[in-house]
Protein backbone atom coordinates (compact mmCIF):
# COMPACT_ATOMS: atom_id res chain seq x y z
CA UNK A 1 0.00 0.00 0.00
CA UNK A 2 2.99 2.15 0.72
CA UNK A 3 4.71 2.04 -2.61
CA UNK A 4 1.74 2.03 -4.40
CA UNK A 5 0.93 5.52 -2.66
CA UNK A 6 5.00 6.82 -3.06
CA UNK A 7 4.06 5.47 -6.93
CA UNK A 8 0.94 7.81 -7.15
CA UNK A 9 2.54 10.97 -5.52
CA UNK A 10 5.58 11.01 -7.71
CA UNK A 11 3.31 10.74 -10.85
CA UNK A 12 1.76 13.62 -9.22
CA UNK A 13 5.05 15.42 -8.54
CA UNK A 14 5.85 14.66 -12.05
CA UNK A 15 2.71 15.66 -13.75
CA UNK A 16 2.74 19.20 -11.76
CA UNK A 17 6.51 19.75 -13.28
CA UNK A 18 5.94 19.52 -16.31
CA UNK A 19 2.84 21.68 -16.58
CA UNK A 20 5.19 23.94 -15.08
CA UNK A 21 7.70 23.42 -17.07
CA UNK A 22 6.44 23.43 -20.45
CA UNK A 23 4.27 26.15 -19.54
CA UNK A 24 6.63 28.74 -18.37
CA UNK A 25 6.79 32.04 -19.59
CA UNK A 26 10.52 32.14 -19.01
CA UNK A 27 10.93 29.44 -21.32
CA UNK A 28 9.12 31.19 -24.06
CA UNK A 29 5.26 31.30 -24.90
CA UNK A 30 4.96 27.89 -26.24
CA UNK A 31 1.43 29.08 -27.96
CA UNK A 32 3.78 30.53 -30.33
CA UNK A 33 6.94 29.11 -30.22
CA UNK A 34 7.83 28.68 -34.10
CA UNK A 35 7.22 31.99 -34.52
CA UNK A 36 10.17 34.60 -33.10
CA UNK A 37 9.12 38.25 -32.11
CA UNK A 38 7.31 40.42 -34.52
CA UNK A 39 9.61 43.17 -34.72
CA UNK A 40 12.16 40.78 -36.94
CA UNK A 41 12.47 40.53 -40.88
CA UNK A 42 9.99 37.83 -42.34
CA UNK A 43 12.67 35.54 -42.93
CA UNK A 44 13.83 35.28 -39.69
CA UNK A 45 9.81 35.26 -38.12
CA UNK A 46 10.29 31.72 -38.98
CA UNK A 47 14.01 30.58 -38.26
CA UNK A 48 12.87 27.92 -35.64
CA UNK A 49 10.89 25.78 -38.36
CA UNK A 50 12.42 23.15 -40.63
CA UNK A 51 11.32 20.89 -43.00
CA UNK A 52 12.86 17.81 -41.74
CA UNK A 53 11.24 15.08 -39.82
CA UNK A 54 12.66 12.81 -36.93
CA UNK A 55 13.99 10.02 -39.15
CA UNK A 56 15.58 12.64 -41.51
CA UNK A 57 17.17 13.31 -38.29
CA UNK A 58 18.05 9.94 -36.94
CA UNK A 59 19.83 10.00 -40.40
CA UNK A 60 22.30 12.59 -39.61
CA UNK A 61 24.36 10.65 -37.08
CA UNK A 62 26.99 12.84 -35.54
CA UNK A 63 25.86 16.04 -37.34
CA UNK A 64 22.75 15.84 -35.27
CA UNK A 65 24.71 16.42 -32.07
CA UNK A 66 26.79 19.18 -33.15
CA UNK A 67 23.28 20.81 -34.67
CA UNK A 68 22.28 20.39 -30.62
CA UNK A 69 25.58 21.84 -29.27
CA UNK A 70 25.26 24.96 -31.65
CA UNK A 71 21.40 25.56 -30.33
CA UNK A 72 22.76 25.05 -26.72
CA UNK A 73 25.14 27.79 -26.74
CA UNK A 74 21.76 30.04 -27.17
CA UNK A 75 19.88 28.45 -25.05
CA UNK A 76 17.86 26.21 -27.03
CA UNK A 77 16.74 22.61 -27.73
CA UNK A 78 16.01 20.50 -30.69
CA UNK A 79 12.30 18.96 -30.56
CA UNK A 80 10.00 16.98 -32.53
CA UNK A 81 6.40 18.06 -32.81
CA UNK A 82 3.78 15.80 -33.71
CA UNK A 83 1.64 18.07 -35.65
CA UNK A 84 1.58 21.71 -35.88
CA UNK A 85 -1.03 23.96 -35.38
CA UNK A 86 -0.85 27.20 -36.58
CA UNK A 87 -4.21 30.20 -36.94
CA UNK A 88 -6.14 32.60 -34.78
CA UNK A 89 -7.97 32.56 -32.05
CA UNK A 90 -10.80 34.94 -30.33
CA UNK A 91 -9.74 36.71 -26.98
CA UNK A 92 -12.10 38.73 -24.51
CA UNK A 93 -10.38 41.63 -22.55
CA UNK A 94 -13.40 43.05 -20.59
CA UNK A 95 -15.75 43.71 -23.30
CA UNK A 96 -13.40 43.77 -26.21
CA UNK A 97 -12.39 40.97 -28.08
CA UNK A 98 -9.13 40.66 -30.57
CA UNK A 99 -7.63 38.32 -32.96
CA UNK A 100 -4.62 36.19 -31.27
CA UNK A 101 -1.80 33.92 -32.90
CA UNK A 102 -1.05 30.20 -32.25
CA UNK A 103 1.94 28.12 -33.97
CA UNK A 104 3.08 25.66 -32.24
CA UNK A 105 3.28 21.89 -32.17
CA UNK A 106 0.58 19.91 -30.26
CA UNK A 107 2.44 17.12 -29.12
CA UNK A 108 6.08 17.77 -28.59
CA UNK A 109 9.23 16.31 -26.70
CA UNK A 110 13.16 17.19 -26.94
CA UNK A 111 15.22 15.13 -28.76
CA UNK A 112 18.56 14.04 -26.73
CA UNK A 113 21.79 13.05 -28.63
CA UNK A 114 24.72 10.93 -27.97
CA UNK A 115 28.05 12.35 -29.02
CA UNK A 116 27.79 9.03 -31.70
CA UNK A 117 24.83 10.65 -33.01
CA UNK A 118 22.72 8.26 -31.45
CA UNK A 119 19.56 10.21 -30.25
CA UNK A 120 16.12 9.71 -28.20
CA UNK A 121 12.99 11.29 -27.15
CA UNK A 122 12.40 10.70 -23.26
CA UNK A 123 8.94 11.97 -23.49
CA UNK A 124 5.76 13.55 -25.25
CA UNK A 125 4.35 16.13 -23.84
CA UNK A 126 1.03 18.04 -24.86
CA UNK A 127 1.33 21.62 -25.79
CA UNK A 128 -0.01 23.07 -22.06
CA UNK A 129 0.12 26.86 -23.32
CA UNK A 130 -2.10 26.24 -27.10
CA UNK A 131 -4.17 24.43 -25.09
CA UNK A 132 -4.65 27.12 -22.36
CA UNK A 133 -4.92 30.00 -25.33
CA UNK A 134 -8.11 28.04 -26.60
CA UNK A 135 -9.82 27.55 -23.62
CA UNK A 136 -12.47 30.52 -23.09
CA UNK A 137 -10.65 32.21 -20.14
CA UNK A 138 -14.01 34.02 -19.44
CA UNK A 139 -15.84 30.66 -19.07
CA UNK A 140 -18.70 29.74 -16.72
CA UNK A 141 -16.61 27.95 -13.87
CA UNK A 142 -19.82 26.49 -12.21
CA UNK A 143 -20.78 25.49 -16.05
CA UNK A 144 -17.89 23.52 -16.48
CA UNK A 145 -17.44 22.31 -13.27
CA UNK A 146 -21.07 20.63 -13.25
CA UNK A 147 -20.17 19.66 -17.07
CA UNK A 148 -17.68 16.80 -15.83
CA UNK A 149 -20.64 14.95 -14.28
CA UNK A 150 -22.93 15.63 -17.47
CA UNK A 151 -22.53 12.61 -19.74
CA UNK A 152 -24.81 14.41 -22.28
CA UNK A 153 -22.29 17.68 -21.74
CA UNK A 154 -20.14 18.93 -24.60
CA UNK A 155 -16.64 18.17 -23.09
CA UNK A 156 -14.97 20.91 -21.71
CA UNK A 157 -11.47 22.29 -22.78
CA UNK A 158 -10.03 20.29 -20.11
CA UNK A 159 -11.50 17.28 -20.38
CA UNK A 160 -9.83 17.68 -24.19
CA UNK A 161 -6.19 17.45 -22.50
CA UNK A 162 -7.02 15.26 -20.07
CA UNK A 163 -8.24 12.39 -22.34
CA UNK A 164 -5.55 13.17 -24.69
CA UNK A 165 -3.05 12.84 -21.71
CA UNK A 166 -4.37 10.15 -19.95
CA UNK A 167 -3.92 8.06 -23.81
CA UNK A 168 -0.72 9.60 -24.52
CA UNK A 169 0.12 7.94 -21.14
CA UNK A 170 -0.15 4.45 -22.01
CA UNK A 171 1.81 5.12 -25.96
CA UNK A 172 5.12 3.66 -26.22
CA UNK A 173 7.47 6.66 -26.88
CA UNK A 174 8.62 5.40 -30.34
CA UNK A 175 4.98 4.25 -31.57
CA UNK A 176 4.72 8.03 -33.62
CA UNK A 177 1.90 7.12 -35.43
CA UNK A 178 -0.22 6.65 -32.26
CA UNK A 179 1.08 10.17 -31.20
CA UNK A 180 0.01 11.64 -34.38
CA UNK A 181 -3.34 10.09 -33.87
CA UNK A 182 -3.77 11.86 -30.16
CA UNK A 183 -2.13 15.46 -32.09
CA UNK A 184 -5.38 15.16 -34.96
CA UNK A 185 -7.74 14.59 -32.39
CA UNK A 186 -7.01 17.56 -30.22
CA UNK A 187 -6.96 19.82 -33.27
CA UNK A 188 -10.53 17.83 -34.25
CA UNK A 189 -11.94 18.40 -30.78
CA UNK A 190 -10.79 22.12 -30.44
CA UNK A 191 -11.86 22.80 -33.31
CA UNK A 192 -15.35 21.56 -32.35
CA UNK A 193 -14.92 23.37 -29.03
CA UNK A 194 -13.96 26.14 -30.47
CA UNK A 195 -16.06 26.40 -33.57
CA UNK A 196 -13.30 27.34 -35.53
CA UNK A 197 -12.78 25.87 -39.34
CA UNK A 198 -9.88 24.05 -39.76
CA UNK A 199 -7.17 24.24 -43.06
CA UNK A 200 -4.66 21.35 -43.68
CA UNK A 201 -1.38 22.51 -45.24
CA UNK A 202 1.18 20.70 -46.53
CA UNK A 203 3.86 22.06 -44.39
CA UNK A 204 4.73 24.14 -40.65
CA UNK A 205 6.06 27.14 -42.88
CA UNK A 206 2.78 27.21 -44.67
CA UNK A 207 0.80 27.09 -41.34
CA UNK A 208 2.44 29.88 -40.05
CA UNK A 209 2.57 32.22 -42.90
CA UNK A 210 -0.88 31.21 -43.10
CA UNK A 211 -1.74 31.91 -39.63
CA UNK A 212 -0.12 35.40 -40.01
CA UNK A 213 -1.96 36.49 -43.14
CA UNK A 214 -5.45 35.72 -41.25
CA UNK A 215 -4.68 37.78 -38.36
CA UNK A 216 -3.24 40.70 -40.08
CA UNK A 217 -4.85 40.82 -43.42
CA UNK A 218 -7.78 38.82 -43.22
CA UNK A 219 -9.05 39.05 -40.03
CA UNK A 220 -10.33 36.07 -39.87
CA UNK A 221 -10.79 32.86 -37.08
CA UNK A 222 -9.06 29.67 -38.63
CA UNK A 223 -6.82 27.19 -37.57
CA UNK A 224 -4.43 25.62 -40.29
CA UNK A 225 -2.93 22.32 -39.49
CA UNK A 226 -0.24 20.33 -40.66
CA UNK A 227 0.27 16.58 -39.61
CA UNK A 228 3.14 14.36 -39.30
CA UNK A 229 6.53 14.78 -37.41
CA UNK A 230 8.67 17.80 -37.58
CA UNK A 231 12.09 18.90 -36.27
CA UNK A 232 11.55 22.68 -35.02
CA UNK A 233 14.41 24.48 -32.20
CA UNK A 234 13.01 26.35 -29.53
CA UNK A 235 14.12 27.63 -26.16
CA UNK A 236 14.47 24.39 -23.57
CA UNK A 237 11.60 25.03 -20.83
CA UNK A 238 13.30 25.39 -17.18
CA UNK A 239 12.53 22.50 -15.26
CA UNK A 240 12.50 19.72 -17.71
CA UNK A 241 15.37 18.11 -15.77
CA UNK A 242 12.71 18.27 -12.68
CA UNK A 243 10.90 16.06 -14.62
CA UNK A 244 13.06 14.09 -16.25
CA UNK A 245 14.32 13.05 -12.40
CA UNK A 246 10.76 12.85 -11.29
CA UNK A 247 9.57 10.88 -14.29
CA UNK A 248 12.86 8.15 -13.88
CA UNK A 249 11.64 7.69 -10.07
CA UNK A 250 8.06 7.21 -10.39
CA UNK A 251 8.82 4.73 -13.29
CA UNK A 252 11.65 3.11 -11.13
CA UNK A 253 8.10 2.54 -8.19
CA UNK A 254 6.32 1.31 -10.83
CA UNK A 255 8.50 -1.43 -11.67
CA UNK A 256 8.85 -1.65 -8.18
CA UNK A 257 5.19 -2.26 -7.22
CA UNK A 258 5.08 -5.30 -9.95
Given at each position: ????L??????????????????????????Q?L??????????RF???????????????E?????????????N???C????LA???????????????????????????E??????????????????????????????????????????????VQ???????N??I?????????????????????????????????????????????R???????????????????????????????????????
Amino acid sequence: MENNLSEKYLLYLRDMSRKVAFGSASGGDYSQVLITAAKRKTKSRFQRITNIHLSDLKEKGEEGYKRELDQDKIGNGIFCGAGILAGTYTKKVGAKSSLRLIAAPVIYGQVIFEENGENEISEWVVNYDLATALISRNADEEEEAYAAFDPDANPTGNQIVQEIEERLDNVGIQDLASVEALSAKFVSDFKDFTETPCERMESPLKCAEAAIEARDISRIKKFYYCPGDWIYFAPIPPGLSTYRALNELAMEAKHDNT
